[in-house]
């Protein structure tokens, strides 16, 4: 069973930085896409950043320019670093695999990011 799990989440000021980490475990292979969906109150899921097999990071419109995907593969982590945050950044954020001929996905289960002064 794969496992994962989001830290990093918390409280910053507009403009504050956070970077959000998901750990990866259990039966890990053919990695088709990873990435980071958010869901703020009363608002749709969003999709914030992905990596998918064969492509350039992807980025939601509204993150583009403050926000950075990248992974550590030696230690099956993958990052958000989020930079100028603003207060409708405010969200659960939950990081997800997709994985094998199936792409079958699996979810962390969120970390809280608030943005507030």
């Known amino acids: 069973q794969v496992q994962l799990v989001e830290s990093g989440g918390g409280w910053v000021q507009p403009g504050g930085s956070l970077r959000l980490s998901c750990v990866a475990s259990?039966?890990?292979?053919?990695?088709?896409?990873m990435g980071w969906y958010r869901q703020a109150p009363g608002k749709q899921r969003e999709l914030v950043a992905s990596?998918?097999?064969?492509?350039?990071?992807n980025y939601a419109d509204s993150v583009k320019g403050r926000f950075t995907i990248y992974r550590d593969n030696t230690k099956n982590t993958v990052y958000l670093e989020m930079n100028s945050l603003k207060p409708e950044d405010t969200a659960v954020y939950s990081c997800?695999?997709?994985?094998?001929?199936?792409?079958?996905?699996?979810w962390g289960q969120g970390t809280q990011v608030t943005v507030s002064s």
């Open positions: 259990g039966s890990i292979f053919s990695i088709n896409a």
């Open positions: 990596f998918i097999s064969g492509a350039r990071p």
């Open positions: 997800y695999l997709r994985i094998g001929a199936e792409n079958h996905v699996y």
